[in-house]
């Protein structure tokens, strides 16, 4: 055998290996994307299956529904094939009150978190961008807001307006609960206006409206999504609450509405389960999935978050290796 075929024998043999620097970047990237794209973490799947599955059945529901405000029916039916949960004390189909109920919530969440969201932008950006006494001015209506207890503030106004729509209570709960996201976001601002980019765009004479927009906002953005997904959760919870107290909407038909037609029609005292259980359970799920998928963005902005699970990972191999060789 020839001494060049030696060589491509042994080159074959020999198992083919990358740099070590290489595949050390290619693992970092890997982990990298893995880490800034939420859309892998089971938290955000689960939450946004259940937020999915829930606004499909408000926007599908009603149209196989029936009037979700008829009483031609039966009074307190139990769940049946005609009526899948059954009727209320004036013959309300309940599933038609659910898919109807589900619009008037999910607009109110998201309705009241629109508002809480510009409004902790006014507040947030804009007094940790300027400083100086401009800062101090919104700073102090931002403590104001932030000392005064949202829920109490609500049911006062609430009670003084008789005639309440849906997005009466929603302009309320927002302009109620956006001092804690921009107590957050004027913080963070004022972390990013000493940055070396924001610097060199004010030097290069770019207006601080554009600052604020290109060089500023697309840092905020996953703090904003995660501030606004909380203001939905406080929103509808907030409705449910005011709606079961007697002070939420009284000319739409929402989960909290269904819940304080169940307390003034004595259902648990008559038995009626399914007049109640489901715009609970529904306002549990939609709060759950809404919740997970802020703790998923939470992750990705929070590094002890985003690393802890390696951590823990670490922590358990070194005592099962510890347990191993002693």
Do not use: C
Request: glycine residues 8%; charged residues 15%.
């Amino acid at each position: 055998m020839s001494d060049t075929e030696n060589t491509a024998l042994i080159t074959r043999d020999q198992p083919t290996t990358q740099p070590a620097s290489t595949i050390s970047l290619a693992t970092q990237r890997g982990r990298k994307r893995r880490r800034v794209l939420p859309i892998t973490s089971p938290k955000f799947v689960v939450g946004a299956i259940l937020v999915l599955s829930i606004v499909l059945f408000a926007i599908i529901a009603p149209i196989f529904s029936q009037n979700p405000r008829s009483t031609d029916n039966p009074a307190l039916l139990p769940p049946s094939p005609e009526h899948l949960l059954g009727t209320t004390k004036l013959g309300n189909d309940m599933f038609a009150q659910l898919a109807i109920g589900a619009q008037g919530s999910l607009l109110v969440g998201v309705v009241a978190g629109g508002i809480a969201i510009v409004l902790s932008l006014v507040f947030g950006v804009l007094a940790g961008y300027l400083g100086g006494w401009r800062e101090d001015a919104l700073a102090l209506l931002t403590n104001v807001m932030i000392v005064i207890p949202g829920l109490p503030l609500v049911m006062v106004i609430a009670s003084f307006v008789p005639q309440r729509s849906w997005q009466l209570v929603a302009f309320v709960l927002g302009i109620t609960s956006w001092a804690g996201a921009a107590y957050v976001l004027r913080l963070q601002t004022r972390s990013l206006r000493t940055r070396d980019y924001v610097y060199a765009s004010k030097v290069a004479g770019e207006r601080s409206f554009r600052v604020i927009l290109v060089e500023i906002m697309p840092n905020l953005l996953p703090l904003l999504t995660a501030q606004f997904l909380f203001a939905i959760i406080f929103a509808i919870l907030g409705e449910a609450g005011l709606s079961y107290l007697g002070l939420g909407p009284n000319s739409s038909i929402t989960w909290g509405t269904i819940l304080n037609d169940a307390q003034s029609g004595q259902a648990l005292g008559r038995g009626a389960w399914w007049w109640f259980v489901p715009p609970g359970i529904m306002i549990a799920l939609l709060g759950a999935g809404l919740a997970l998928i802020n703790f998923a963005i939470d992750e990705v902005i929070n590094p002890k978050l985003r690393n802890a699970p390696d951590a823990a990972r670490r922590v358990r191999k070194a005592a099962k290796t510890k347990g191993v060789a002693a």
